[in-house]
């Protein structure tokens, strides 16, 4: 536990902020809505801005304000911890703010604050729009794709899906039936009154999704070292759906990965480094949980001479933590994108994935959100 001394000589950042006892509600309350819509924070109340420490008189009163002001200044209300030290013979109370759960908060006069540095910000559209998607109160995978249509989606791969997932001839429908079928789907959606394709839709059946979607591609980086500056040994940006990006993924590392082996008999058998069912594992959770609306990023996947490192834009959704995956807890954020993924079997829908990871690997392999990123490394 980070003492009180260690906080002040810290001074304000990211995840800590000084007030002092005569905070108004209002401005207090900014504070508990940043922090709860950001990775969580400290309030240290009793302290100037420049980390000059004037006291609590009065606790008592410190207390209802803080609890008033979660409680009713805070939408959804939140319930963090207070925590009481007295240094140089003044009391200073910490307000302890968890990630919070309920995504997104607000303030009573409808501001989305997020917190950037040491100041709080109100959210942008797109900032607003993955505070909606890690609470799943939408889902980035359905949304349209302006400037696109039926015409933008494989006809040749959706027969394929049909037919073997629902004995379905796809092709012997007519032109309504094809865009009723794919409407419903949620593979199209009404864009002012137009058929036009989903993101989850462009994604699973596009002809060539990254033109529209240049986030989804996969960088693959090969390093002759264990660092990022050492040489390259090869560089790969893939393209294409993402039954086609997972494949092609598992095959370009495993041709990298070095290949021990063992003598049986007069045979040397080789040996996968990786097995390929934690391989596969880790390049599905990455395809199916990225946050496809972090339009900047892709992801990357960096193979060393010690480890694989696979980063994927996006923080675990609202209530998730590393521990809580490692036991099996989902939150999936892209539901459209795990139904088809499922369908086709390349994800069982049950959260079975990081737990068969660690079975198959056991400490080779950890988890880690920095960030805007999540990152999966297996050690070779």
């Not at 803080?66 to 319930?79: E, K, Q, S, T, Y």
């Not at 359905?142 to 400037?147: G, N, R």
């Not at 409407?183 to 137009?194: I, K, R, S």
Request: glycine letters at 8%.
């Amino acid at each position: 536990m980070t003492d009180i001394t260690t906080l002040l000589n810290q001074g304000e950042h990211a995840s800590l902020e000084f007030k002092q006892e005569d905070v108004r509600p209002e401005s207090l309350a900014k504070e508990l809505v940043a922090f709860s819509n950001t990775l969580g924070g400290i309030v240290l109340i009793g302290v100037a801005d420049d980390g000059a420490i004037f006291g609590v008189t009065d606790r008592a009163l410190i207390e209802q304000r803080v609890i008033n002001v979660a409680r009713h200044n805070v939408v959804p209300a939140i319930d963090p911890e207070l925590v009481w030290s007295c240094i140089n013979g003044q009391d200073v109370c910490e307000v302890r703010v968890g990630k919070g759960p309920a995504k997104p908060y607000q303030t009573l006069d409808g501001k989305f604050l997020i917190r950037i540095g040491s100041t709080n910000r109100q959210a942008t559209k797109e900032e607003l729009s993955r505070l909606f998607q890690a609470a799943g109160l939408v889902h980035f995978d359905i949304s349209p794709v302006e400037q696109t249509g039926p015409e933008d989606l494989d006809e040749s791969k959706l027969q394929v899906y049909w037919q073997t997932y629902y004995q379905l001839d796809y092709f012997r429908l007519d032109g309504d039936e094809r865009i009723n079928l794919l409407l419903n789907a949620d593979l199209l959606n009404l864009h002012e009154g137009l058929p036009v394709c989903t993101i989850g839709g462009l994604l699973m059946f596009g002809r060539q999704p990254q033109r529209r979607l240049p986030q989804s591609a996969i960088q693959f980086a090969a390093f002759n070292g264990v660092e990022i500056t050492d040489p390259l040994l090869d560089k790969k940006e893939l393209m294409g759906v993402l039954p086609d990006l997972i494949d092609n993924a598992a095959a370009l590392v495993r041709l990298f990965l070095p290949k021990p082996s063992t003598v049986n008999g007069l045979r040397r058998e080789e040996q996968d480094c990786i097995p390929p069912a934690a391989l596969r594992e880790a390049l599905v959770n990455a395809v199916c949980h990225r946050d496809y609306s972090l339009s900047h990023r892709r992801i990357q996947l960096f193979l060393f001479r010690d480890r694989l490192e696979i980063h994927s834009p996006g923080r675990l959704p609202n209530s998730l933590t590393v521990q809580k995956i490692r036991s099996g807890n989902s939150a999936p954020r892209n539901l459209l994108l795990l139904k088809y993924l499922d369908n086709m079997r390349y994800i069982d829908g049950l959260g079975r994935g990081v737990p068969l990871m660690i079975r198959a690997l056991g400490d080779r392999v950890s988890f880690a959100e920095n960030g805007e990123l999540f990152s999966v490394t297996i050690r070779l």
